[in-house]
């Protein structure tokens, strides 16, 4: 085990590859950091606040076709997706048309994003469900039995890049 004390994110760092369907209705808040291969199905708007971490394999897809098939290929939509601020969404989650995640939420891995989410919750699955808000726990400690106060100063090195300082 090794925790690290510190993340590093100063701006916005992508892991690639990331890809884009359009690329100009997306805008992201400083202090993001989004793991490798995100996917922004861009149609419409995609509002990303501050200091939000994304996964590996993370898709935001703003759009989808008619379900009847006599109307499926006439037209699509797509309805604008917004996370707030110091979210965590986990790796391989999707995020469907028209959902917004409210501050602080944690998104578990794996999920499908079907709805809106509260702020400060903890949530996952498929669909996507609150399964607890965030506590006074969580101050203490950062996964399951492990406390922040347990750990020693620096047990480990933060993986350092060639442009770190
Ligand atoms: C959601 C998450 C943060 C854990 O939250 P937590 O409140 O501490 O949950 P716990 O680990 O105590 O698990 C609680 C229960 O939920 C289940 N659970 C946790 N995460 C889950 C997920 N993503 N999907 C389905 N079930 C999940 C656990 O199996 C456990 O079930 P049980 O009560 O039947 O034993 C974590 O599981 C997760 O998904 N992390 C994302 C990791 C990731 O994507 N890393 C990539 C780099 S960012």
Not at 38 to 60: A, Y
Not at 100 to 122: E, F, Q, R, Y
Request: glycine share 10%; aromatic share 12%; proline share 7%.
């Amino acid at each position: 085990m090794i925790y690290y004390k510190s993340c590093m994110i100063v701006n916005v760092w992508i892991v690639p590859p990331m890809k884009l369907a359009v690329g100009k209705y997306i805008s992201i808040g400083d202090g993001c950091y989004f793991n490798a291969g995100t996917t922004f199905i861009d149609d419409w708007k995609i509002e990303i606040g501050s200091d939000c971490l994304f996964g590996p394999n993370v898709t935001l897809c703003t759009t989808g076709h008619p379900v009847s098939p006599a109307h499926r290929l006439e037209g699509m939509y797509s309805f604008p997706i917004k996370i707030g601020n110091k979210c965590w969404i986990g790796a391989n989650v999707i995020i469907l048309p028209g959902v917004t995640i409210g501050d602080n939420s944690v998104i578990g891995a794996g999920s499908v994003v079907t709805k809106d989410i509260p702020a400060n919750v903890v949530a996952f699955g498929n669909p996507c469900h609150v399964y607890r808000e965030i506590n006074e726990q969580d101050e203490e400690y950062y996964f399951k039995g492990h406390r922040f106060a347990d750990q020693p100063e620096r047990t480990g090195d933060a993986p350092k890049l060639d442009f770190m300082e």
